[in-house]
């Protein structure tokens, strides 16, 4: 029985911690993916963990039944496209197109309108207990051959949604008169005055998105890019992704004689290091433990509790960024 001290794996990339209360490791665990081993701390890139990983267990009975959890607690705050993109096409004038961002007051508060037609900002943000906006972006655009021409002035109450994206983020900024969105009259037509309280960066494929500035239709047809800038220095991982999940996993044999009640899910990082935990529980019998209802805002402990699994008896993470990627502080969002 291997206990987890201070300068266990472990316990220094913060998986005890972020991820694990204090443990016993009583059984063993091997991870390999093709070829290459998985050991605690290593760096594997995306393209080598695409396919799901073979995993061995130990114990010393095949009528002892393991869970495996394989989750990603450094995912960043996945956002959920409740409404698809629908590219602009203005016929006459030249259109305004605004983003707006707000901050939720949590996961899963905000679903989408019955509609996109008669869309009103206002009333939308009233209704989820949104408040002021924490920043915002427009750009102008008018038909392909267009050149100049009257905007058209938006009427508060019959405003067509674009696009809608549910999220949770934070952020800094201010507005006056000259403010590009005072000017633009979007102040005023779409939002009431607010404090820019977070950094939003737009582009459509090279092109980045400044306010007041125009795109025609031909370069809009493709959903943007938005950035929202968070600290990525901030310790706090509190919306990790579960990648895969296997119950019902027979002592002395592997995960592919378990059930994958959960799919595996590559990890497909795109920005920092993010720190892949494989976590093994022994269940009281089987059939015993079932999957969540989502992947998203899994967390190891409750899961635990909720199916009466004790403390893992076993855990192993790797390091995984961007192809690309060298180097860089691992992210916690």
């Not at 472990?10 to 290459?36: C, E, H, K, W």
């Not at 209704?127 to 050149?147: D, H, I, M, T, W």
Request: net charge positive.
């Amino acid at each position: 029985m291997a206990g987890i001290g201070r300068n266990d794996p472990l316990v220094i990339g913060r998986v005890v911690g972020d991820v694990l209360n204090p443990f016993f490791q009583t059984t063993s665990l091997r991870a390999s993916y093709g070829a290459r081993s998985v050991s605690n701390g290593c760096e594997l890139k995306p393209s080598m963990v695409t396919h799901q990983p073979r995993v061995d267990i130990g114990g010393n009975d095949m009528r002892t039944f393991y869970t495996l959890v394989l989750v990603d607690p450094d995912a960043p705050s996945p956002r959920q496209e409740v409404m698809c993109y629908e590219s602009p096409r203005p016929t006459m004038g030249i259109h305004r197109l605004v983003l707006v961002l707000f901050q939720q007051l949590g996961r899963q508060t905000v679903y989408a309108p019955g509609w996109r037609q008669n869309f009103n900002t206002r009333d939308f943000a009233e209704l989820y207990n949104l408040g002021s906006p924490v920043a915002a972006l427009y750009f102008n655009c008018q038909r392909e051959a267009g050149s100049g021409g009257r905007r058209i002035s938006i009427d508060r109450s019959s405003n067509n949604l674009q696009y809608c994206k549910s999220a949770t983020m934070a952020g800094s900024g201010s507005g006056r008169d000259r403010d590009p969105l005072v000017v633009g009259r979007v102040v005023g037509d779409v939002l009431d005055p607010f404090v820019r309280s977070t950094n939003l960066r737009v582009s459509y494929g090279s092109r980045s998105v400044s306010n007041g500035c125009e795109l025609k239709p031909s370069m809009v047809t493709h959903q943007p890019r938005v950035d929202v800038m968070v600290d990525p220095d901030a310790p706090s991982p509190s919306d990790p992704n579960l990648r895969e999940l296997v119950t019902d996993i027979p002592g002395t044999t592997g995960a592919t004689f378990g059930q994958e009640v959960m799919c595996y899910e590559s990890p497909r990082p795109t920005m920092g290091i993010h720190r892949l935990v494989l976590v093994l529980f022994q269940q009281l019998g089987r059939q015993t433990v079932y999957a969540p209802g989502w992947r998203q805002n899994f967390n190891t402990r409750d899961f635990a509790e909720l199916y009466n699994l004790g403390s893992p008896v076993a855990a192993l993470y790797f390091n995984c960024q961007r192809e690309a990627g060298s180097g860089g502080r691992r992210v916690y969002n």
